[in-house]
């Protein structure tokens, strides 16, 4: 879906003759494909109600959500939207449209309740009363979404006022049910090229270094590249990450208990590590067929030594015992309980 270019592709969310001090919209970078679909969509007038854009963390969902909001309420003529400089774009980019819900979530778990889908369901039947008579819903990181949550939001997006659309954004598609996923038009959000994200962060006014430290990790996932560079957090996960991936390469076993030890007992966190865990994997797999493969995972010189050590077979392996630890981590199970029984799992693949 990604189009590579030689010059790094950029579209403003603005025209052009706006000056660069008055361009108050973000950049998309990259997909260019979903750009052109949205834009055509807008100007025959087909901008669907409910969107689901989905893609891995960082890859720019919500400023997708954002431009898609744009798209439906800029008040410039159709081929020219969003053009960025209309009250509507304004808003829209500074989060402060009245008609533009950014519907919060609840609880220790951070998900859509029926709670608030039902306060939605009532809150729809006010009109709006911008220019463009539409009202826009934004859910942003659907996760973790129970069943009474998903169908309140179905009766919601079945049969929906003519002026209110809806826009989840989600790592996966598999986050929704199939009655949801059929009544919204999906859109996969991709990374970009690492030329493209080294050109976001030249641009955002980060250093040669730290943008080419970050590239290295996260490749042209933007968001995640930024994250690495302004995030303690995010820069530990990645050591940490490093750090049982050597473990695993010796093989030693007392030292991957102490590496799982030290992730503590924050979902995300172990999220985190779990998933660079599971791309080191996916890595070793692909470079022990092809030794040139570009990577997607944080460290790709453990992936090319452990791709001389193992067989794709024990990499898939290992891909499913940190797939069911992810599982367990969803379902409740103790963390400490989960990390341990990865790291045997691994070990046991590993022998
Ligand atoms: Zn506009």
Redesign the pocket.
Known sequence: MDDTHDVPYTKYFKMADISEKENIMKKIYGNTYLLGTLDNMRKNNRLAQSVIFYGEKGSGKKLFADYYT?LLL???PDGD??????T??RTVDSHSHPDVTYVPTEGKLEGYTVKIARAVSSDVCIKPNNNTAKKVYIFRDCKNMNVQAQNALLKLIEEPPEYACFIFTADSKSEFLPTIISRCVCFGVSSCTEEEARHSLIESGFGADETAAAIKCFHGNIGRCTSYIVDENLKNQVDLTKRIANSIIRKDEYELNAAFFTVGSGRNDIHSILSMIDKLARDAAVLSRDADAPVIGCYREAAVRLSTMITAYQAVNIHNAVERGCRAIDANVNSSLVLAGVCAEIMEIMA
């Open positions: 744009s800029c008040e410039a939207a969003p053009c960025g400089k209309c509507a774009c």
